[in-house]
Every structure is written in C-alpha cells, then in structure tokens.
C-alpha cells in the first residue's frame, strides 16, 4: 500500500524560500512519475510540478517556472520541491501524488492516484 507524507511546510515572508520533502513507501517508487499539486483556499487543486520517473524530465505550472525545483532522490523514495521567491499567492495546501501508470508523466490531477496529506505553505506580504 502507497502512503505518501510530506513536509517542510510552514510560514514565510514574501520572498523567502521553503523546501518541501514527499517520502513514498509501498510501492515501486523509481517507476512512477510523481507531481506536486496545491490548493489555495476556495479554489480547485492546481498542478505545480511533476518529474518523471528517472528525474531526467520536469514539468512546471507557468506561475511557478523559474521560482520552484522539483527533484527526486529514488535511493531515498523521495521527491523535493524547492520554492524560491515565495509570495503571498503560492499560500496553499501542498501535496505530493505518484503518478497512475508507470512512466506517465502529466499535468493532469486525473492522471495520478495516490495522495499525500499534505503540508501548509503560508506566505505573508
């Protein structure tokens, strides 16, 4: 059984950085894409990043291209995001996901199966 858990959210004054942690155990976490999602209060989850499943492919949202880095380290079972240049709009839940099939990698919610609990992001002005 998959369980996905984050960390290494928290507060943060604009522009400040954070790095959030996701560990996978139970599954074979070096053959499945995983993605990095959030969802701001009164607003639909949104995607952030995603890696593939050797780490040599990485996706972006526009708003987060050039502030965030996702990574992964498969000997650990763990994706990393590092978020540079925070501001107020990137609060949110953070929550990181394994992706459905095997070598799939997407910008898609639908497309992935697994799900953390999640980690508070707080950006303050």
């Known amino acids: 059984q998959v369980q996905l858990v984050e960390s290494g959210g928290g507060l943060v004054q604009a522009g400040g950085s954070l790095r959030l942690s996701c560990v996978d155990s139970?599954?074979?976490?070096?053959?499945?894409?995983m993605g990095w999602f959030r969802q701001a209060p009164g607003k639909e989850r949104a995607f952030v990043a995603a890696i593939s499943y050797t780490g040599g492919t990485t996706l972006y949202a526009d708003s987060v291209k050039g502030r965030f880095t996702i990574s992964r380290d498969n000997a650990k079972n763990t994706i990393y995001l590092e978020m540079n240049s925070l501001k107020p709009e990137d609060t949110a839940v953070y929550s990181c996901?394994?992706?459905?099939?095997?070598?799939?990698?997407?910008?898609?919610?639908?497309?992935?199966?697994?799900w953390g609990q999640g980690t508070q992001v707080t950006v303050s002005s």
């Open positions: 139970g599954r074979t976490f070096s053959s499945y894409a």
């Open positions: 996901a394994v992706a459905r099939y095997p070598r799939l990698l997407s910008r898609d919610t639908l497309q992935y199966d697994y």
